[in-house]
């Protein structure tokens, strides 16, 4: 289960998320000391579409709202209804992708990777000037749970788009949690894209997995 207290804490969606991945996606020692077994893939092959939620069809999460896809690894499970806030302020803000390379529940002696793509009104806090700006609490909150800023805001491109990217990691025993989060701001919404991995290159690995739409040209 997800850490209900995430579900009545006024902070930034992405902020909630960032925390409960670290909660969720830390290695957990089996008793045999052995990692669990990824299980069968899990992710539907087609969702119905709501919304500005987008669709998972083929293995694909798509979102034409905006413009991006990921190609969601083979295997891994989705928990994206078990991270929604409250269905009732899906309008403000919502997470539109969940997905951990095995159950948040289960067991294993390794990092267990993740995505979270959230969605948040940028009307519904102030403040909000750039995508830049969304680190300000992330930073803070993840300092206090002990997490290190490896990369302060900066601007990194995926195809066509430009976001704002920020690093942090984390020690977990002997191992280390590589956390990434991209940033964009897009109709009237913060759009931000959370990584977990082993290590820089898992986390580089699971980013090339996101595409974005090449903006059409505008006939003269």
């Known amino acids: 289960m997800v850490d209900m207290g995430f579900r009545s804490v006024l902070i930034l969606l992405p902020v909630a998320v960032f925390l409960t991945l670290a909660t969720k996606a830390g ?15 899990h992710i539907p092959l087609s969702r119905t579409a709501v919304s500005d939620q987008g669709s998972v069809v083929h293995g694909t999460y798509r979102n034409p709202n905006f413009g991006f896809s990921y190609k969601i690894p083979f295997g891994w499970v989705e928990r994206t209804k078990e991270m929604q806030q409250d269905p009732a302020d899906l309008s403000k803000s919502s997470v539109l992708l969940a997905i951990f390379e095995r159950p948040p529940e289960a067991t294993g002696n390794t990092i267990n990777s993740a995505l979270v793509i959230a969605i948040e009104k940028v009307s519904s806090f102030s403040g909000l000037k750039t995508a830049a700006d969304y680190f300000g609490p992330v930073s803070e909150l993840a300092t206090a749970r002990g997490f290190k800023v490896v990369n302060g805001p900066y601007e990194f491109v995926v195809g066509p788009k430009a976001l704002v990217r ?5 020690e977990r025993g002997s191992l280390t949690m590589h956390q990434t989060s991209l940033v964009m701001l897009e109709k009237g919404y913060a759009v931000s894209f959370t990584f977990i991995g082993g290590s820089e290159d898992e986390v580089g690995q699971l980013i090339e997995r996101l595409t ?9």
């Not at 290695?27 to 893939?41: E, V």
């Not at 974005?212 to 003269?220: D, L, N, R, Y």
């Open 27 to 41: 290695a957990q020692q089996t008793p045999g000391g052995s990692p669990s077994k990824p299980q069968a893939n």
């Open 166 to 170: 920020g690093d942090f990691s984390k």
């Open 212 to 220: 974005f739409a090449a903006k059409k040209s505008v006939g003269m």
